[in-house]
């Protein structure tokens, strides 16, 4: 079943549930996929899915700080809900070590040696991780396997 499938049963399910928190998240989601399907004329795959839903968590995660450094609780306390919601169809996250051995393979792979190699690993560790791993981590780790 494709994720944009699961998003569509959950709506539904959601619905039935009377859930507006959950009901709603979905929508938003489910608008973005139409935005980009829209946008660039074509259906949208799973990885594009993935990088909408791993971009709406971050700009959540991004307002659910701001509100709370000023003290609404009750804008953060539906930021956290948002973003609790859209994890649940995310994929299971990569453990440390699995990151660490994928960048080993990404390393010997791409024969990089130094840090003007970094975009390389970066670009062959990229489809791999998507949705799993923390790109802004993912980039310290490999700068220090590099320059180590």
């Known amino acids: 079943m494709s994720l944009i499938d699961t998003l569509k049963d959950a709506q539904k399910d959601a619905m039935r549930a009377k859930d507006k928190i959950r009901l709603g998240t979905i929508r938003m989601a ?53 973003i609790a919601v859209l994890e649940t169809f995310m994929p299971q996250p990569l453990s440390d070590d699995e990151v660490a051995a994928l960048i080993a393979e990404g390393i010997q792979t791409t024969g990089a040696s130094g840090m003007q190699d970094m975009g390389k690993v970066m670009a062959w560790l990229k489809p791999q991780v998507a949705g799993r791993a923390d790109m802004g981590k993912l980039s310290a780790q490999i700068k220090a396997k590099l320059t180590a």
């Open 30 to 82: 489910m608008a973005e996929i139409k935005q980009k399907e829209v946008d660039t004329r074509e259906e949208v795959t799973e990885s594009d899915v993935l990088a909408i839903l791993t971009k709406m968590i971050k700009q959540r995660k991004d307002a659910a700080t701001q509100f709370e450094q000023a003290g609404r609780t009750d804008l953060f306390d539906n930021e956290m809900a948002e």
